[in-house]
């Protein structure tokens, strides 16, 4: 089953309330949305991507927040989805988000606990461009677009440092890199708005 951008815009506007707080949810339509543009910016250079999908997955990467304890949010979320009957690429989003570069440990927060299927999961998945570019827009947005230099302290201060934050932190600039060269600019111009938020 599919899901479209309303729909999950639905979802998350029926949960608020619901958990400790609403931040979430804000930084899931921020993602979306900064997840659209991208896809945008892409499609005017020749790339096909269907920007309604992006939109959607940016807007439910973090649903398992919805459904039980935040710190099981990419397991909770995955479940969720897939328990309601949606397509993978729509689960999948749940747990890829959280993840680069295909290793469990290069995520922010401190190295995640072992569950197997997590874990092989990531190291297996081919990443989707869809899934890439909510990998950044989640290491962009807070609930507006920032550099991912705020944002990543951001994270920083509020969960702490560990021995996985350094790599984690060069390959959300190596992702950044990755996205600039295939717009030919800096994508910070596609969000004016982040002057704004330095």
Excluded at 138 to 146: G, I
Aim: glycine fraction near 6%; hydrophobic fraction near 35%; aromatic fraction near 10%.
């Amino acid at each position: 089953m599919k899901m479209n951008s309303y729909e999950a815009l639905e979802m998350l506007n029926n949960a608020r309330g619901k958990t400790s707080h609403d931040g979430w949810i804000d930084h899931s339509i921020c993602v979306g949305n900064a997840a659209g543009e991208i896809a945008e910016a892409l499609n005017k250079i020749n790339y096909n991507l269907d920007i309604d999908k992006i939109k959607t997955l940016g807007y439910i990467h973090d649903i398992g927040k919805m459904v039980g304890e935040f710190k099981n949010h990419v397991m909770n979320g995955y479940e969720f989805l897939k328990n309601k009957g949606y397509d993978e690429e729509y689960c999948n989003i749940c747990l890829t988000h959280s993840y680069l570069n295909n290793d469990i440990n290069c995520t922010a927060g401190g190295i995640p606990s072992d569950i197997p299927f997590r874990t092989e999961f990531i190291k297996k998945h081919q990443y989707t461009l869809e899934e890439k570019i909510i990998n950044l827009c989640d290491l962009m947005c807070t609930s507006t677009v920032n550099t991912i230099d705020k944002r990543l302290i951001d994270i920083l201060i509020r969960r702490g440092a560990y021995s996985n934050t350094q790599y984690h932190v060069k390959e959300t600039y190596k992702l950044k890199e990755y996205f600039d060269n295939l717009l030919g600019y800096n994508l910070y111009d596609l969000f004016p708005e982040i002057k704004d938020n330095l």
